[in-house]
């Protein structure tokens, strides 16, 4: 199974920042579109955002549209999720897992490959 393991939540104030890290280490992330997700304890799995292995195009879902940023690092074999201007809102465990398309297109959250570990992210108000 191809997995990710994903790194660097933490606790921060509203307005904060953080960045995540999503590295494998057993293929490389450039040949595969790559998502971030976040879930809440009883609530539905979100599809935070997504890259491209094709033409690297994203998908943001408008909860983060312009406060997150999803980016590729070849040469770290790792795919970071820029979190500007957090909320409490985005309180969740985040995950990245590999997506079964070329594209990040309508519906990419739901073909998705096996998730790894998550990492907590706590936005205090």
């Known amino acids: 199974d191809v997995q990710l393991q994903a790194s660097g939540g933490g606790l921060v104030q509203a307005g904060g920042s953080l960045r995540l890290s999503c590295a494998a280490s057993?293929?490389?992330?450039?040949?595969?579109?790559i998502g971030w997700f976040r879930q809440v304890p009883g609530k539905e799995r979100l599809g935070v955002s997504c890259?491209?292995?094709?033409?690297?195009?994203?998908y943001y879902d408008q909860s983060v549209r312009g406060r997150f940023a999803i980016s590729r690092d070849n040469a770290e074999n790792t795919v970071y999720l820029q979190m500007n201007s957090l909320k409490p809102e985005d309180t969740a465990v985040y995950y990245c897992?590999?997506?079964?398309?070329?594209?990040?297109?309508?519906?990419?959250?739901?073909?998705?490959?096996?998730w790894g570990q998550g990492t907590e992210v706590t936005v205090s108000s």
């Open positions: 057993e293929f490389t992330v450039r040949d595969y579109s």
């Open positions: 890259i491209s292995t094709n033409d690297g195009s994203t």
């Open positions: 897992a590999t997506i079964l398309r070329p594209r990040c297109t309508t519906g990419w959250g739901r073909d998705s490959g096996p």
